[in-house]
């Protein structure tokens, strides 16, 4: 015999009911307001968030029943809910992935709505199944913008995986900004991959329009010692504001470890041109 209080079970029962109660408000709340809404508090993706924290067999559950729901606006927010389950910092992979990622397969196969197939997309990368590249790569060509954006996300979780490569490569001469840059980052920044496709295509982005994909190139450069970054990094890191990536990609041309604090951009700038001086004279 178990040692169990009077009230227990009715208590048990309680609690069980008050968490689906929760579960079920979340899952409402995913519906609210704008999609993007991201940093309204009490919106649509602080809902997800939560859901994903709870990261229950119960809300596998439920957005596995939302993912296959008729209605659109269900079944891309149970997509966005099962991509990141459980996943934090501390825990870096979704949990019940495998359970997860057939799931995915299923609603993106037969989906004709491109804001689910957006959210399929994303949670593809998220999931980080190599057999979910050839889903991706089909859309690589979408003519929305945001389903190509959702490919570049996607297959920069696997920048180094050979079939992604040719492919971002290929969405860093996107006609959408966003595109370029998402597809920049992810083969230059996120990928360690170095070939001379690679190079040549972050170097193409070294005079794109959009500052955002500029910079990423830059960081992609130096992160190889491709020393043709050095004219574009040195005029970066005389701007006003110089991102965290730019000092980044100074750092692993002079073979340094960590960044200097106590440097300014100006001591970047006269340790890059002393020792690449000889360079620097080809570019002038």
């Known amino acids: 015999m178990t040692d169990q209080k009077p009230g227990s079970k009715a208590n048990g029962k309680a609690e ?45 559950e439920r957005a596995v029943e ?3 729901d008729k209605r659109p606006a269900r079944r891309r927010r149970g997509i966005d809910v099962l991509a990141q389950l459980g996943k934090t910092e501390e825990h870096p992979t979704t949990l019940f992935a495998e359970e997860i990622f057939p799931i995915v397969v299923s609603v993106l196969e037969a989906e004709q709505d491109v804001q689910v197939i957006d959210s399929c997309l994303v949670a593809l990368g998220h999931l980080g199944n190599a057999a979910g590249i050839p889903l991706l790569l089909r859309q690589r060509r979408n003519s929305d913008l945001d389903v190509r954006f959702a490919v570049a996300f996607g297959l920069s979780c696997f920048a180094d995986h050979e079939d992604a490569i040719p492919a971002l490569i290929e969405l860093t ?12 980052f992810g083969l230059g920044v996120q990928g360690a991959a170095d070939t001379p496709a690679i190079r040549q295509a972050l170097v193409d982005r070294l005079d794109d329009g959009n500052p955002d994909t500029r910079e990423e190139a830059v960081a992609g450069l130096g992160k190889r010692h491709d020393l043709r ?6 005029e970066m890191l005389q701007q006003e504001e110089v991102s965290y990536g730019v000092v980044e990609a100074a750092c692993h041309l002079l073979e340094m470890k960590d960044i200097r604090e106590d440097w300014t951009a100006d001591e970047y700038i006269e340790a890059l041109t002393t020792r690449f001086a000889a360079e620097l004279e080809k570019y002038n």
């Open 173 to 184: 001469r996107d006609s959408d900004p966003d595109v370029r840059d998402w597809a920049t």
């Open 66 to 68: 939302w993912a296959r």
């Open 16 to 60: 069980g009911d008050s968490a689906m109660s929760e579960i079920e408000e979340l899952f409402r709340q995913t519906l609210h307001g704008d999609y993007d809404d991201e940093d309204e508090e009490g919106g649509p993706w602080e809902a997800v968030s939560k859901l994903q924290a709870l990261a229950s067999r119960a809300v596998l």
């Open 229 to 234: 970054v050095l004219p574009d990094l040195i």
